[in-house]
């Protein structure tokens, strides 16, 4: 019989098997889909989605602990994390096919442009899936309706409703993803200018301030739009109701939800903005607050700083949360630290501890570079255990300690580089990253304490 997806699915293996996981998310993310109806597809795709991640982070804690399981032990919770990893892509897209069909089948609403589209943005944005799109010009204004199947030509009507115009409609037909920070429209023959009028389009239609990308069937393409707001699951930057009235150059779409954008918390307070003008978005004040620190930083480095090895931790951990992950509240709250760090004092000379530190970061940093590189390189191959490499790729790049700080710290490194199965899957995959990395491990380790 085959298995399903459930919570006692992954519950009973681990009760039977007597593991102590720090599973609880996982846990919860399966009872909460336990819980969602078929008839519901919006619902159910949240919550398969929350599993998907949370299957993910286990996969990568796991890894840290396959010393401490066991090959045996290791190998088992691995295969059950991917077999539940396997039913729930499985489920997404039946769901994903079944609220297609419930798609073609719905009254042509302006609620299709607005409410009905949001969750598909929302969805495209998180990657790995592509829709149709259907662009309607007239004169300056534009609308564009996104759906999971083929748009029927019924739908132009809508459109033309959307764009207020009885007459001189252009429709350009095409497909819709989510690549390099920007929701990407291909399109067989680009007008000049779309990429604006899109970026306004989306504005209009969903309050989402987007980096717009139109590219040809030939390859030519254009873009518009900064990214300007990376927020934590993907989705754009929302703007006011008076963002909006911005441009006169796109309709109006009827029926927009408005939602007041909220200031990221646990961030320094920007300066006020000159009338006119935007507040800077979190990207923008982590790179100001950067320059002004790591400025401070080096000068303390300079001036032998009795804590000069937790600076350049903060300073990589700083870094790391805003280039790896585009965490900026969390890299702020690194510089906030990191700023309280620097004060009086000195230290002897560190010898060349700071150099060896250095260069396991300039190391560590070319290793997550082409592990990244080739990550892109397999998701657009599309091959069926694309998911479970990129996952091994991820759980490697996790690994790789930013700035260990003790001698134990680069001990646990070393053993984990020479001997875990997933940087053996990895280096085969990609180069030989192990060499060099331990090359600097063995060089910083005699520089640390115990």
């Known amino acids: 019989m085959a298995e399903k997806l459930t919570e006692s699915l992954w519950t009973g293996f681990t009760k039977k098997a007597k593991l102590d996981l720090d599973d609880g998310p996982l846990v919860k993310a399966l009872a909460k889909f336990d819980k969602t109806d078929e008839a519901k597809p919006e619902p159910r795709l949240a919550a398969l989605e929350d599993v998907v991640d949370q299957v993910k982070k286990q996969v990568v804690a796991l890894t840290k602990r396959k010393k401490e399981l066991g090959d045996k032990v290791f190998g088992e919770i691995k295969d059950k994390l991917y077999l539940v990893l396997d039913l729930a892509e499985t489920m997404q897209k039946q769901t994903r096919d079944a ?22 943005v ?10 149709n799109s259907l662009i309607c010009t007239a004169g300056k204004n534009t ?17 033309a409703d959307a764009v207020d115009a009885k007459g001189g409609m252009k429709y350009i037909a095409g497909e819709v993803l989510f690549e390099n920070k ?43 739009g900064e990214d300007e707001d990376e927020q934590g699951e993907g989705e754009g930057q929302e703007s006011s109701s008076s963002s909006s009235s911005s441009s006169s150059s796109s309709s109006s779409v009827p029926n ?3 939602r007041p954008g909220t200031a990221p918390s646990g961030t320094i307070p920007p300066a006020p903005p000159l009338p006119g003008s935007q507040a800077p978005s979190p990207k923008t004040a982590y790179e100001q607050l950067f320059k002004q620190v790591d400025e ?67 190391k560590r940093n070319a290793a997550v570079a082409k592990l990244k590189e080739v990550a892109g390189q397999i998701a657009a191959a599309k091959h069926p255990s694309s998911g479970k490499a990129i996952l091994e790729i991820n759980a490697v790049m996790k690994n790789l300690t930013a700035a260990p700080s003790t001698q134990q710290q680069v001990k646990e490194l070393q053993t984990w580089l020479g001997s875990d199965d997933v940087v053996n899957d990895v280096c085969e995959l990609a180069e030989d990253i192990r060499t060099p990395l331990l090359q ?11």
């Not at 023959?189 to 209009?204: F, W």
């Not at 870094?319 to 585009?326: H, M, R, V």
Request: glycine share 4%; charged share 30%.
């Open 256 to 258: 927009a939800p408005t």
């Open 143 to 159: 609308a564009v309706l996104i759906m999971r199947r083929s748009i029927a030509p019924t739908k132009r009507k809508l459109l």
């Open 122 to 131: 929302r969805e495209l944005r998180k990657g790995q899936v592509r829709m």
């Open 296 to 362: 401070r930083a080096q000068q303390a480095l300079s001036s032998q700083h009795p804590e000069a090895t937790k600076i350049r931790a903060l300073l990589a951990y700083a870094q790391e949360k805003a280039d790896e992950k585009q965490d900026y509240a969390a890299a702020i709250k690194g510089l906030e630290t990191l700023d309280k760090l620097i004060g009086a004092g000195a230290k002897k000379p560190a010898g060349n501890a700071d150099e060896a530190l250095a260069d396991w970061q300039a």
């Open 182 to 224: 920007a929701l990407t429209f291909v399109v067989q023959s680009p007008a000049a200018g779309l990429a604006k009028r899109l970026r306004q389009a989306m504005l209009d239609q969903l309050q989402l301030r987007l980096k717009i990308k139109v590219r040809g069937e030939d390859g030519a393409e254009e873009q518009d």
């Open 99 to 120: 609220a297609s069909s419930a798609d073609d089948e719905e009254a042509d609403t302006p609620a299709l442009l607005t409410t009905k589209m949001l969750p598909l």
């Open 440 to 450: 600097s491990l063995s060089r910083l380790q005699p520089m640390l304490t115990a």
